[in-house]
């Protein structure tokens, strides 16, 4: 499956962003669906994932409240809707698909968009 991620921009502490992710290539509904983020100088971490119905969802503990990840089956798209952003959430932002279970390893994930980077200024 081929992951193109956008939505990505520059905007202060406090605002919202929503970010998108358009699958294409596979069902859409077969893959489990990731967030990811990577901030300079830091390891690419977790950030949030849904399973394949779109009923379970599970957030890093420094998102929970804030984000949520949605999917859109007619469009085969997912979202990762950002509220109340702040400068540690500056990061480049992935997208990731997976067969099987709901995953916050990384490793486990076959399919990476190319990422859209999120500012933040304070």
């Known amino acids: 499956v081929q992951l193109q991620a956008s939505g990505g921009g520059l905007v202060r502490a406090g605002d919202s962003l929503r970010l998108s992710c358009a699958a294409s290539?596979?069902?859409?509904?077969?893959?489990?669906m990731g967030w990811f983020r990577q901030a300079p100088g830091n390891e690419r971490e977790f950030v949030a994932t849904?399973?394949?119905?779109?009923?379970?969802?599970y957030y890093a503990d420094s998102v929970k409240g804030r984000f949520t990840i949605s999917r859109n089956y007619a469009k085969d798209t997912v979202y990762l809707q950002m509220h109340a952003l702040k400068p540690e959430d500056a990061a480049l932002y992935y997208c990731a698909a997976r067969r099987g279970p709901m995953s916050v390893e990384q490793s486990t994930y076959e399919f990476w968009g190319q990422g859209t980077l999120v500012t933040v200024s304070s």
């Open positions: 290539g596979r069902t859409f509904s077969d893959y489990v």
């Open positions: 849904i399973d394949r119905s779109g009923t379970n969802t």
